[in-house]
Every structure is written in C-alpha cells, then in structure tokens.
C-alpha cells in the first residue's frame, strides 16, 4: 500500500472485508472463483480517494465504506472484462481470470461483480447515491466501446482521447471524490471541487498509465506492457510521436495491418518509448496534477487533504 494511505488503511481494510462479504456464495465452486481473486487486490485507489475526501469533510462512516466496496468492485470487474478484451495474460502480478478459468467464467465473474456492487450500492438506501453508481458504470461501458470504435483509425483526434479516457477511468474518479459530498449534506460548491479534482486526477492517472504502456516494467506494474500499440490503441503517446513525426509512414502501415504480432510493431514501441513523445504526453498529465491540486484548495487544510495532493503527485511519479 501507499505510504501516504496509512491513515485510512483500518478503513481500507474494512472496504477489503466488505467485499469479500457481499461477494460470497454458498456455492462451493463460486467460492472457490472469489477466493482466488480478493487477496490480489490491486491499489485501492478509487475507494481510497473516497476515504480521504470522507475524513478531510468531516469523518468516514459506514456508507462510505459500502460505497467505496462497490467503487472497487466495479472497477475490478471492468478489468476482468478489460483484460479479456485485451487477450492480456497479468493483472496484478497474476494470472489473468479468463486466463485461469476461461473465457465464459471470466465473462460471467465480470457481471456477478458488477451486479453485487449495485446490489450493495442499493442496500445504502440513497437512491441519488445509486443512480450515479449506475449512470457512471454506463459512461464507463461506453468508453470502452468507444476505444474499440475508435482503434486503428489515424482520424481518432486527441479530443476523442480525452474523450475515452474521461469516460473509461476519470468518471469513477469523480465519483469516488464526491461521494462523501453526496452522502452527505456538502455545499454546491464542495461537490463541484470535489468533481474538478476526481476528473483532473483520473485523467492524469489514465494519462500516466498509457505512457506505462510505453515504457513500464511488467514487472514493476505487475500487467503487461506494449499492449495498446498491438490493439491498435491511439493513445496520448502515439498521437504526440505522429505530431512529431508527420513523416513516418510505418504508423499508419502498421495500425491498418491489425496484426498486433507484426514484427515492426515492436520497433515501432521502441521508437515512441524513446522519442519526446513520452515526455510530452507527461507534461500533459503534470497539467492535470496541478488543476487538481488546485480544486483542493476549496477544503480546510488537513493530514487528508495534503495525502489528496500528494497522491496525485505520486501518480505522475509512477513513469517517472
Ligand atoms: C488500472 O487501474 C486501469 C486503469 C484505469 C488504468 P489501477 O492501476 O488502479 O488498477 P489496480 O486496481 O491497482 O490493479
Ligand atoms: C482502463 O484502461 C480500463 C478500464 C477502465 C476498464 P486500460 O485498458 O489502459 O487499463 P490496463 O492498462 O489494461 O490496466
Ligand atoms: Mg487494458
Ligand atoms: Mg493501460
């Protein structure tokens, strides 16, 4: 876990056990599937920005952490779908589901995820609460097949990107940091902050991610790295190298061949990996490092808020 987290880790703990609560199944063989995923938790990141606005705006109470249990169980089952879609093979430094339990299991545990979080979204009893749960769990659905619309296609402007990674990552961003805001009785304008710093936050998380593609050890990210450029991904880096490059020809060769094994695709990951593209793509997270902690000034100064501004510092540093 991240440093900076230790003060809501009792509280993370609970999220963790929460999960582990509403997931269980009398079924045998069920159980057995969610005993092999919930000790490979990965960052905790969405319920833990939920912990940390709770406590900066006056305290954590037991619906943030069923709240911040469905955050986390939506977006691991986004990712269960997420690496099947991507036909990757390590999430969280293990095996991926489809990979251990085939497709159809890995397909059916994804829906039994999304469909507890709701389930335990809707035990809250804040209906308000509830439908943001679900009108985010569309706008994350509909980035994802939007990415899928948009690959392999040199039209795909950087507007669209911001586009599908506001819609895919940095809308449950959002929702993690105003939740306390909407459980609560928060001001108008703390809900607006709190949403300016969910989205700046995601968008920089999902920014710095893409360059991880580039240039991340598997090892380190405990995923594989590459992927993006094989599905014919157009990401920030890509679309900063063909800026930079409106010559290379190879680019748009290669995403047409939609064969994510072709030998020069790999040359071509090495050329962006060492190109400014990299660095331009993270001056461009930078920026949303600072909108963020600018929207944080809105709440009173506190252990919480300054562990909110560290973190997103601390997403940048990641590819650094
Ligand atoms: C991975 O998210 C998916 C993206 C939005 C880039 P995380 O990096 O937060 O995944 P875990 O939960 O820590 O594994
Ligand atoms: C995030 O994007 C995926 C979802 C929001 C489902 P990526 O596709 O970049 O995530 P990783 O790189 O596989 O973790
Ligand atoms: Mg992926
Ligand atoms: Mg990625």
């Not at 079924?27 to 990141?45: A, S």
């Not at 690496?83 to 095996?95: N, Q, S, V």
């Not at 586009?163 to 805001?181: C, D, E, G, N, S």
């Not at 304008?189 to 991610?209: C, E, P, T």
């Amino acid at each position: 876990m991240l440093a900076l987290l230790a003060g809501v880790s009792p509280h993370l703990a609970a999220v963790e056990a929460r999960m582990g609560r509403v997931l269980a199944s009398r079924q045998p063989r069920v159980q057995t599937l969610i005993d092999g995923l919930l000790p490979f938790h990965g960052k905790m990141l969405r319920p833990a920005l939920l912990l940390l606005t709770a406590e900066a705006c006056g305290g954590v109470r037991d619906p943030h952490i069923g709240y911040g249990a469905a955050l986390e169980l939506i977006h691991t089952a986004t990712l269960i779908h997420d690496d099947l879609i991507d036909d990757a093979d390590l999430r969280r430094g293990k095996t991926t589901a489809h990979v251990r339990h085939g497709n159809t299991s890995a397909v059916l545990l994804g829906d039994y995820l999304y469909t507890h979080a709701f389930d335990l979204a809707a035990g809250i009893g804040d209906l308000r609460a509830l439908q943001r749960l679900t009108a985010t769990t569309n706008t994350i659905c509909a980035g994802e097949l939007h990415q899928q619309l948009a690959a392999r296609d040199l039209d795909c402007t950087e507007a669209e990107y911001d586009a599908i990674i506001y819609a895919k990552t940095a809308a449950l961003f959002v929702l993690a940091a105003q939740a306390p805001a909407l459980l609560g009785n928060a001001s108008e304008s703390a809900r607006q902050s709190m949403a300016d710093y969910g989205r700046a936050i995601g968008l920089a998380f999902q920014i710095v991610d893409d360059v991880l593609d580039y240039v991340g050890d598997p090892a380190k990210i405990g995923k594989p790295s590459g992927g993006d450029l094989r599905q014919g991904l157009i990401t920030l880096p890509l679309i900063r190298y063909i800026e930079m490059h409106p010559g290379d020809p190879e680019v748009g060769v290669l995403l047409a061949k939609k064969d994510g094994n072709h030998p020069l695709i790999a040359t071509l990951i090495e050329k962006v990996r060492h190109s400014s593209a990299i660095q331009a793509a993270l001056d461009e997270a930078r920026g949303w490092v600072e909108q963020a902690q600018r929207a944080l000034e809105c709440l009173p100064l506190s252990i919480y808020t300054q562990a909110l501004s560290d973190l997103t510092v601390t997403i940048v540093e990641r590819a650094m």
